[in-house]
């Protein structure tokens, strides 16, 4: 099959899956029943505003066809003609959360098969989350979730999702195959391996096509290389998400050519560290060496060096959003702690730098997104971890609790690229919301109080 026909079959495959993609791209409610829906009035709540970062008393908010119709001071204007009302008094209306890292397709026929990722789903969006950014995985699997949430064959946040690229050494990794069952590592269209050789207006494009809004750069990817991955997926309308370290590229590699996401606070002190050149012809060394080269820094560079700064304000500049995925550390110490207590100082270090580091970012003007890298942190807990994640931006990070309602729904919108449509409680943008029974700016653990889950302006069954 020549290139030029190759390319055709991948445009055609993308243009079919170009209006499903959109729809994915702004959520989806349970199917609609044969009648269109009464508005609903929700009246008498206290609203945040994400410019203020406050809450504005006595507001009613009315909900028409998915969307914010009107946002007002209850009483002041009728409300539409057959509205249903819900009175909120001395209840707290924020956005819908939106969890900025999340893998519900890593081993579809195992871990992540169908039902037990339905189920998550489910559980995270009557837990407050409305939207999800899966970082690479099975794109059939993806692809397939995608679909039955827009057609509302499944209740579920919506979804956006990337095709994974990276060195050919990665796909030698065991764990790679659970994402590509039925097909070779490195040669699947989402979950492609990397070189200078390769044809990436090719690639990108057959990435697009499996219903990707993104590409994901993973590792042993260096900086020439990676500047034209995103180059390409730019030009075809695709965000480019990240590690903050994919070495050979360290985060400066990776903000310069214009990625648009960078993911674990903790791997920005690679940017500090010494340039070195393994042999990566032997990859179990090679990869030794990064490990022993890493934990000799962690614990030793310090969050503000002078190369950690710098990095921060070229990412303020360029509008890199940081994905810090803190409360993932503080999981890593208190397991290290009932585990293995050999590895606690190693864990502890990485995580005073990842809090310490997102504390400057914070406060350097970096725009950072609420990711959990899990999307629940055991097996069946009462909530979803984006509430641990907020309470960590809190407690380690110096965030204020409003700061990290923002940071778990304005800022994770732009990391989806969604901010259009979600991420804030205005007239026209999705009627996604969570109603609590206390004030989450006083307490940010009140995200937990969850009175009421409202999806497409229509209520989510408890």
Request: net charge positive.
């Given at each position: 099959m020549n290139k030029i026909f190759k390319t055709v079959l991948a445009v055609m495959a993308l243009a079919c899956l170009g209006t499903a993609a959109s729809a994915w791209a702004q959520g989806a409610a349970p199917r609609a029943a044969k009648e269109k829906p009464k508005p609903l009035a929700l009246i008498n709540a206290s609203v945040f505003d994400s410019a203020s970062g406050q809450f504005h008393p006595g507001r009613t908010l009315v909900l028409e066809d998915g969307k914010i119709a009107d946002d007002f001071p209850s009483g002041q204007k009728p409300l539409p003609a057959g509205a249903e009302t819900l009175d909120l008094a001395g209840k707290f209306v924020i956005p819908g959360l939106i969890d900025s890292h999340v893998h519900i397709a890593s081993d579809p026929s195992g871990w992540d098969r169908r039902?037990?990722?339905?189920?998550a789903l489910l559980k995270a969006l009557r837990g407050g989350v409305m939207f999800v950014r899966d970082m690479a995985g099975d794109g059939r699997a993806l692809a397939d979730l995608s679909r039955a949430i827009a057609a509302g064959d499944i209740v579920a946040p919506g979804l956006r999702y990337a095709a994974l690229m990276a060195g050919p050494g990665f796909f030698s990794d065991p764990k790679n195959a659970m994402a590509t069952r039925g097909e070779k590592p490195g040669q699947a269209p989402w979950n492609r391996a990397v070189t200078d050789e390769t044809d990436l207006v090719l690639a990108v494009a057959e990435g697009h096509g499996t219903g990707a809004s993104a590409v994901k750069v993973y590792r042993e990817v260096g900086p020439a290389l990676l500047a034209r991955i995103v180059a390409e997926a730019h030009r075809q309308g695709l965000a480019v998400w990240?590690?903050?370290?994919?070495?050979?590229?360290?985060?400066?590699d990776a903000v310069n050519a214009g990625v648009d996401v960078i993911s674990h606070a903790d791997q920005l002190v690679w940017e500090a560290m010494p340039d070195f050149k393994p042999d990566p012809a032997d990859r179990q060394a090679y990869f030794a060496l990064l490990k022993k080269a890493r934990e000799e820094a962690t614990g030793t560079i310090p969050a503000d060096h002078p190369a950690v700064i710098s990095l921060l304000k070229l990412m303020k500049e360029r509008g890199t959003i940081l994905d810090a995925t803190a409360s993932i550390l503080r999981d890593m110490v208190a397991s290290a702690e009932k585990k293995r207590p050999?590895?606690?100082?190693?864990a502890k270090a990485r995580a005073g730098f990842a809090y310490a580091v997102t504390r400057l970012a914070h406060e350097s003007g970096v725009e950072v997104s609420a990711g959990t890298d899990g999307l629940f942190d055991d097996d069946d807990p009462p909530l979803p971890a984006l509430h641990q994640e907020m309470e960590a931006l809190v407690a380690e990070c110096g965030f204020t609790p409003a700061e990290a309602i923002i940071a778990a729904t304005r800022v994770s919108a732009r990391a989806l690229g969604i901010a259009n449509t979600h991420g804030a409680i205005e007239p026209g943008k999705a009627a996604d919301l969570v109603v609590l029974r206390g004030d989450p700016t006083l307490d940010i653990r009140n995200s937990t109080a969850i009175e009421l889950v409202v999806k497409s302006g229509r209520q989510v069954p408890r």
């Open positions: 039902d037990r990722a339905e189920k990240t590690h903050a370290t994919i070495y050979p590229s360290k985060p400066l050999q590895l606690l100082p190693l």
